[in-house]
């Protein structure tokens, strides 16, 4: 009996003790949220990368006490529509104006660092990596050059040096704004997990423009006139990533690739893409 009485006693103790709880909680949140106003506040539903166009699916509006509402947070989903983001919004996060532009304002000047450079280069359907790299993509810049013997003045060697690692990409052909990318599955929201082009066209260019020091500009301007140049895509899981130095001071020679130390003859380097209907040649 006196255990079952103890019993008793010890819930009405632990529900007053709740009830406590709850009206205590409901009295700081009235102190704290009571007095002020909300307002509606645009958020973001999902993450949306930078360089992104935002779109309705992308926003959510929430009320949001006055004090709590960030400087230059938009307040209605209209207002942002079409536009793009000029870097990484959060799922939750208030949509603030200062990450917006319109994309006529995405200039590619706006996008370069006050201490680099936008150099562009050319390239082919082979040494722009088959059309598959894209503004934001990070790439590794190789040079091929032949050298002359001195007297013949006919070509004697060949070799190849990474030039420049973990370049960022500014811009392929003119278009510098990323394509939209869409989470693969209905349940991933992450920034970095299971993202895919929105658009499965194929993108075509001739020239690609890379954020380097003035240095670096000088150097691949040189280096255009003397060989060829190539890139090589780095992993988007690999940034910033760390530079190799072996790539730049051991150099690919037709003796260390093939193992063959005499001569090799050298074909013909082919300068350009032509396009002949649905098919690409390259053309010496």
Request: hydrophobic share 45%; aromatic share 6%; proline share 6%.
């Amino acid at each position: 009996m006196k255990g079952s009485k103890a019993l008793i006693f010890s819930l009405m103790f632990g529900l007053l003790a709740a009830m406590a709880t709850y009206f205590y909680i409901a009295q700081l949140k009235k102190r704290l949220f009571g007095g002020f106003e909300r307002q509606p506040v645009v958020v973001a539903k999902q993450d949306i990368l930078m360089n992104t166009p935002i779109d309705s699916t992308m926003l959510d509006t929430r009320l949001i006490p006055k004090p709590f509402i960030q400087p230059k947070a938009v307040k209605s989903p209209e207002a942002v529509e079409g536009y793009i983001a000029t870097a990484n919004i959060f799922a939750g996060e208030q949509i603030l104006d200062t990450k917006l532009a319109r994309p006529s304002e995405r200039a590619v000047s706006l996008l370069v660092s006050r201490d680099k450079r936008a150099f562009t280069i050319a390239i082919n359907e082979v040494t722009g990596v088959a059309g598959l790299v894209r503004p934001g993509d990070r790439v590794d810049v190789i040079g091929t050059f032949q050298t002359a013997d001195k007297k013949t003045r006919l070509v004697s060697r060949a070799e190849s040096v990474a030039l420049l690692q973990n370049v960022e990409v500014l811009s392929v052909g003119r278009d510098y704004a990323l394509e939209s990318v869409a989470a693969a599955g209905s349940g991933s929201r992450s920034l970095s997990a299971n993202i895919i082009p929105a658009s499965r066209k194929k993108v075509r260019y001739s020239n690609i423009t890379l954020s380097v020091t003035p240095r670096q500009a000088m150097d691949l301007s040189l280096a255009q006139q003397l060989g060829v140049l190539a890139l090589m895509l780095r992993s988007y899981y690999d940034r910033p990533g760390k530079e190799i130095p072996s790539l730049k001071k051991r150099r690919s020679t037709p003796a260390s690739v093939t193992g063959i130390e005499a001569p090799l003859k050298i074909g013909p380097v082919p300068k350009w893409l032509e396009l002949r209907g649905e098919q690409a040649v390259l053309v010496p």
